[in-house]
T-cell receptor, first 111, second 113 residues
Framework: LAKTTQPISMDSYEGQEVNITCSHNNIATNDYITWYQQFPSQGPRFIIQGYKTKVTNEVASLFIPADRKSSTLSLPRVSLSDTAVYYCLVGNTGTASKLTFGTGTRLQVTL | DVKVTQSSRYLVKRTGEKVFLECVQDMDHENMFWYRQDPGLGLRLIYFSYDVKMKEKGDIPEGYSVSREKKERFSLILESASTNQTSMYLC????????????FGDGTRLSIL
């Protein structure tokens, strides 16, 4: 089972770029890396997913080095509304018994 | 938009009771999941189902069972509730196959007294 490790918390000012790293040393060949965002009293919400190299969408980028033992979620120019908990998930829904969420990173954005 | 609905936001039960948590999704997804979320432990998979009447154990299935009689509905059952099952329970669904994003409900906060 791929164990994932994330920083417990991060602080940022509005307008800065935030990078959150997740370590997953035991990632398997078929595993994907997925990031979710969670606000209080809500379920997690999908942000971005990748297998290797770099993926970008309208809200974030995901950087995955060649060895795939870590990944970095990059949030450009954060705003107050990005204050949330961010989880990385390693695995794939085809073999869901091996899905492993990180313990989450609490991002606090201030003015 | 995919909607995953959990029947209760808050639930209070007593030790030893049989507890049912219900989850319904409206997007014809093949996969459905039950997680529990505890402070400092993140989300841990209890059970998942990839088809009607099919189920597989996740990381922490002890003390739980599940039922999936219809594609859109996935039930989590606490056979005999205990205080250590006090937690936030999250249901999710996804399309079948690999690397499909999961869509989560807003959770049921269950307290066992």
């Amino acid at each position: 089972l791929a164990k994932t490790t994330q920083p417990i918390s991060m602080d940022s000012y509005e307008g800065q770029e935030v990078n959150i790293t997740c370590s997953h040393n035991n990632i398997a060949t078929n595993d994907y890396i997925t990031w979710y965002q969670q606000f209080p009293s809500q379920g997690p919400r999908f942000i971005i997913q990748g297998y290797k190299t770099k993926v970008t969408n309208e809200v974030a980028s995901l950087f995955i080095p060649a060895d795939r033992k870590s990944s970095t979620l990059s949030l450009p120019r954060v705003s107050l509304s990005d204050t949330a908990v961010y989880y990385c998930l390693v695995g794939n829904t085809g073999t869901a018994s091996k899905l492993t969420f990180g313990t989450g990173t609490r991002l606090q954005v201030t003015l | 938009d995919v909607k995953v609905t959990q029947s209760s936001r808050y639930l209070v039960k007593r030790t030893g009771e049989k507890v049912f948590l219900e989850c319904v999704q409206d997007m014809d997804h093949e996969n459905m999941f039950w997680y529990r979320q505890d402070p400092g432990l993140g989300l841990r998979l209890i059970y998942f189902s990839y088809d009607v009447k099919m189920k597989e154990k996740g990381d922490i299935p002890e003390g739980y069972s599940v039922s999936r009689e219809k594609k859109e509905r996935f039930s989590l059952i606490l056979e005999s509730a205990s205080t250590n099952q006090t937690s936030m329970y999250l249901c999710a669904s996804s399309l079948g196959g690999l690397n499909q994003p999961q869509h989560f409900g807003d959770g049921t906060r269950l307290s066992i007294l």
